[in-house]
């Protein structure tokens, strides 16, 4: 059956070709099984087609749909978490990690700033909308409670005698923007760990 | 060596404004290429699955491809022609799914469903449906599909000299099974 495939599909690559096209020119029996093997092949390609019994296209849109929105979410998670990035290394990097050039005043103003500025990006991202993990949303619950315990000593440090007051507010203000960019963290890059 | 196949009903001036649109995600010329070839991807994923069921989903597999890899295809070359090989692709991808469950290697060597007397004839589709899954697919995607041994062999993970056996197995078979078919002058 090689040897008649060899000679049907004229098979260049068979070491025995020549050999083989001779002897069924000269070999009646294996002449039959040519014609046969030809006749095989014709009776194959001439099978009937078949249609689907439904259309399947709705259920391929749906489902193409549905991929191309997750990986649009994604994408726009990723840009997000650019976004995020950028802020934090411009707040975190120029303005808190360089207080000694600001009075108490600016310090407090820059960290109040900070702190509302991770709040917009974090609101912007609309976390509610969004499908989080046991451990992510575990999380977040800690990280929510501690920027609540900072706001009430916020409220507290407000009774205090200014001088002492803007010190303390500034001490909280930042550990507020450490909280944010924690819960930030969490919400966009979805870190596992955060060290609080 | 390749069907022609009836069911192409778009130019291929037509083809090319469909393929364009499509590139660009649009869902109507998505859906027009699934209603042009549609029939011819689910003949072939018929002929080399043995069930509806399995051709059903390379059907569904193959237009989920286009949808999301038309951009992929650089028009060289016609779209039925990548079209067609990505359905090659899923319905082996799907044989290979099945060997575990169905009995591979074994179809081919089961007693005459017809009864042994009647063994002389059988009915081309029934043989064919009596291959291995294997032999069937190489049979179908050689000398009806014409792809060759070389390409069968890369798109199974094998080579073609693997091919080439399978084919010669399979036609070895059908000519026992299908008996002395009578030879038409
Ligand atoms: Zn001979």
Redesign the interface.
């Known amino acids: 059956?090689?040897q008649?495939?060899a000679v049907r599909d004229d098979d260049r690559?068979e070491p025995e070709l020549a050999g083989a096209h001779s002897h069924v020119a000269s070999c009646e029996a294996c002449q039959?099984?040519l014609?046969?093997?030809h006749?095989?092949?014709a009776?194959?390609?001439a099978?009937p087609?078949?249609?689907?019994?439904r259309n399947?296209?709705p259920?391929?849109?749906t489902?193409?749909?549905w991929?191309?929105n997750q990986r649009r979410i994604r994408m726009v998670s990723g840009m997000f978490t650019a976004a995020a990035a950028a802020l934090l290394l411009s707040l975190v990097g120029r303005d808190l990690m360089n207080p000694p050039r600001l009075d108490a005043e600016q310090q407090l103003q820059t960290a109040i700033d900070a702190s509302q500025q991770l709040e917009a990006t974090l609101h912007a991202w609309d976390p509610a909308q969004r499908v989080v993990d046991g451990r992510t949303a575990r999380l977040v619950v800690v990280i929510e409670d501690r920027i609540a315990q900072v706001d009430g000593r916020l409220q507290d440090a407000a009774r205090l005698e200014h001088a002492e007051r803007v010190q303390r507010q500034v001490e909280l203000w930042r550990e507020r923007v450490g909280l944010m960019n924690a819960l930030v963290d969490v919400h966009v890059t979805q870190v596992s760990n955060v060290d609080l | 060596m390749t069907?022609v196949?009836?069911?192409d009903v778009l130019s291929p001036t037509e083809a090319d404004a469909v393929v364009a649109r499509a590139r660009l995600?649009d869902?109507v010329a998505?859906?027009a290429l699934?209603?042009t070839y549609?029939?011819?991807v689910?003949?072939l994923a018929?002929?080399i699955c043995r069930t509806?069921e399995d051709?059903?989903d390379v059907?569904?597999e193959t237009?989920?491809e286009v949808?999301?890899s038309i951009r992929t295809y650089r028009g060289d070359g016609s779209i039925w022609g990548w079209i067609r090989s990505v359905a090659s692709s899923k319905a082996l991808m799907r044989l290979r799914r099945n060997k575990y469950r169905a009995t591979d290697e074994l179809n081919d060597e089961l007693a005459p469903a017809r009864g042994a007397s009647t063994a002389l004839r059988m009915d081309?589709?029934a043989a064919?449906d009596r291959l291995s899954d294997t032999a069937r697919a190489v049979?179908?995607l050689h000398?009806?599909e014409g792809y060759t041994h070389e390409e069968i062999g890369t798109q199974m993970g094998r080579t073609?000299s693997f091919s080439?056996?399978q084919?010669?197995?399979a036609?070895?078979r059908?000519?026992g099974w299908?008996g002395d078919?009578a030879?038409?002058a």
């Open positions: 059956m090689e008649l495939l690559s039959g099984e014609d046969r093997l006749q095989r092949t009776r194959l390609r099978l087609t078949m249609a689907p019994a399947h296209f259920a391929v849109r489902r193409w749909q991929e191309r | 069907r196949l009836t069911m995600g869902p998505l859906e699934y209603r549609s029939t011819g689910y003949s018929r002929r509806t051709a059903e059907l569904q237009f989920f949808c999301r081309l589709e064919l049979v179908w000398d009806v073609a080439k056996s084919l010669a197995r036609h070895q059908l000519r299908l078919e030879v038409v």
